[in-house]
C-alpha cells in the first residue's frame, strides 16, 4: 500500500472516528453531526469589500502568484481530508433553534447567538468561545446590556484575556444590531460562514499565514488587501468544487498554521452541551431548552477539573494514550481553567501546570532564536557588500541600519530554518502574546551583540 494511500485511509478513519454518533461520554448526541460536507440551504451571497481607490497594495502584488496558488492548493487538499469541508456548518445547531422557536423567530435567534460567538472568537478555543457566547446571548435575551462590560462584571469562568478586544465587536452588536462589513470584514465573514452563507472568506492571522507560507507570520489583513485576499482564493476554491468557506477551514488544517481545535463548530458545542448537563444535573435536551429560552448560559468544565473522555481528573490528567479527540478535549479544558482561574489566586491543577512546564522550555528557545537572529543579521552588516554600501551613502545607509535588515543577509538567510522553527505551542491562545514577549527579550539580550 502507497504512503499516499495509507495517509488517506488514516485520515478518513479519524474522521469517522471524530464524528461518532457519541459524545466523549459515551452517550448519543444532542446533535447530528453526520453529512456536514453539505452546503446549508440558506441564502448564498458576498459581502461589500472596500475597494483602494489605487487598487491592489504593492505588498501583495509578489504574493498572490500562480506559485502561491499552487502552495495552498494541495494545502487545501490535505485540510479536506481532515475534515474542513464540515468546519463551519452549523445546521444542526440552527435545526435546535428552529425546532422550538418557528422558522422565523428560531433563525433569528440563532444568528443573533452566532453573532456573539463571532464577536467572541478572538483568541478563544470553540469551547471557551461557545461558553461565552452564550452567556451574552442569555444577556441579551433578558434585556441587560452584554457590551461595554469588563471581566469584573462577568460570573466566574467567563472573563477572557483578550475581553477588551472582543467588547468592541460586542458594543457594535449591541448598538447597530450587527457588524458593518466594511470595517470588519473578518469579523462578518466568519459570521456569515456560521450562519449557513459560504461564500464570503473568513482571512484571519491563520489564513494569512498560510498565504504567506509563513506558519510565524501573524498578522491580519487590512482592509486595503482584504478584497484581493478573498478574490484570489475564492478562484482556488472555485476550481477545487469547494465553497470559499469550505477552502479557507481547509486550508487552516492543511497548511500547518497552529490552529487549536480542527473538530467541526457544532461538535464542540454538542460536547459543551454535554459538559453542562453534566454539570447541572440535566439532560442535555434540558440544557439546549433552557439555553434557547434564555434563562441560562452553557459551560464547558465541571467544577474545576479536567473532563476526559468521561470521567472528571483533576490530578494527573495526561494526553499519554488518548485519542486526537480527547487530546483535544483535555487541551480545551486546559485553556478553560486558565481562563477560570486567571487572577484568582488559586492553584492550577496537575494538568495545566504541567502544560506551562511544557512551554518553559520552548519560551527559552524562541529568546535564543531572538539572540541568533541579532547576532547573524549585527554579522551580515560587517559583511563587504553592506560595508561598501555604507562607505558610498553612510547617511542613508546608516538610517536604514536601524529601521530594516541589511541588504546583504547571507549569514542570516543560512540560520532562517532554525531562527523561524515554531516552538511555542501555536493552539495557545497566548501563543502571539507569549511569542512577541520572549522575542522582545531576546531582542534586548542582543542589543548587547558586539556587531
Do not use: C
Request: charge should be negative; charged fraction near 25%.
Amino acid at each position: 500500500m502507497s504512503k499516499r494511500i495509507k495517509g488517506i485511509l488514516d485520515a478518513v478513519s479519524e474522521v469517522v472516528s471524530r464524528l461518532s454518533p457519541v459524545d466523549q461520554f459515551g452517550d448519543p448526541r444532542l446533535l447530528d453531526i453526520q453529512n456536514l460536507d453539505q452546503i446549508p440551504n440558506v441564502p448564498q451571497f458576498a459581502l461589500e469589500r472596500y475597494e483602494p481607490p489605487r487598487g491592489m497594495p504593492p505588498n501583495l502584488k509578489g504574493v498572490l502568484t500562480p506559485q502561491t496558488a499552487a502552495r495552498l492548493r494541495e494545502a487545501a487538499l490535505k485540510g479536506e481530508d481532515v475534515g474542513g469541508r464540515e468546519w463551519y456548518n452549523t445546521t444542526p445547531m440552527r435545526d435546535q433553534f428552529v425546532s422550538r422557536l418557528g422558522e422565523d423567530a428560531g433563525a433569528q435567534r440563532f444568528n443573533s447567538f452566532i453573532d456573539k460567538f463571532a464577536a467572541t472568537s478572538p483568541r478563544s478555543t470553540v469551547a471557551a468561545n461557545t461558553r461565552r457566547a452564550s452567556l451574552f446571548d442569555v444577556m441579551d435575551q433578558q434585556g441587560l446590556p452584554f457590551g461595554g462590560l469588563e471581566n469584573s462584571d462577568l460570573p466566574k469562568g467567563y472573563g477572557h484575556l483578550a475581553h477588551k478586544t472582543q467588547d468592541h465587536s460586542l458594543r457594535e452588536l449591541q448598538d447597530r444590531g450587527s457588524f458593518a462589513a466594511l470595517n470588519r470584514p473578518k469579523t462578518s465573514s466568519f459570521a456569515e460562514n456560521l450562519k449557513g452563507n459560504q461564500t464570503p472568506m473568513t482571512i484571519d492571522t491563520h489564513n494569512m499565514a498560510a498565504v504567506m507560507g509563513d506558519p510565524t507570520f501573524k498578522k491580519s489583513p487590512s482592509n486595503t488587501q482584504y478584497k484581493y485576499l478573498e478574490e484570489f482564493q475564492a478562484e482556488i476554491a472555485d476550481k477545487l468544487g469547494m465553497t470559499p468557506a469550505q477552502y479557507q477551514a481547509s486550508v487552516w488544517m492543511g497548511a500547518g498554521t497552529g490552529v487549536a481545535d480542527a473538530r467541526p463548530v457544532v461538535e464542540v458545542f454538542d460536547d459543551v452541551i454535554a459538559r453542562t448537563a453534566l454539570r447541572d444535573e440535566k439532560t442535555k435536551k434540558q440544557v439546549m431548552d433552557d439555553f434557547i429560552a434564555g434563562k441560562s448560559p452553557l459551560f464547558s468544565m465541571a467544577g474545576g477539573g479536567v473532563l476526559m473522555g468521561g470521567l472528571v481528573v483533576p490530578d494527573g490528567a495526561s494526553a499519554d494514550g488518548l485519542d486526537a479527540q480527547q487530546r483535544d478535549i483535555l487541551f480545551d479544558s486546559i485553556m478553560d481553567e486558565r481562563e477560570n482561574k486567571r487572577g484568582t489566586g488559586e492553584y492550577p491543577s496537575e494538568a495545566l501546570a504541567d502544560y506551562n512546564r511544557t512551554q518553559l522550555l520552548p519560551t527559552v528557545g524562541v529568546i535564543g532564536q531572538s539572540l541568533l537572529d541579532a547576532f547573524s543579521s549585527g554579522a551580515d552588516y560587517v559583511d563587504p557588500l553592506n560595508l561598501a554600501r555604507l562607505a558610498i551613502n553612510p547617511g542613508g545607509e546608516g538610517l536604514m541600519r536601524f529601521l530594516d535588515d541589511p541588504v546583504v543577509s547571507t549569514k542570516r538567510d543560512a540560520l532562517a530554518p532554525v531562527i523561524d522553527a515554531p516552538l511555542l505551542d501555536q493552539r495557545d491562545p497566548l501563543y502571539e502574546e507569549r511569542l512577541k514577549e520572549a522575542q522582545m527579550v531576546g531582542g534586548l539580550l542582543g542589543a548587547f551583540s558586539p556587531f
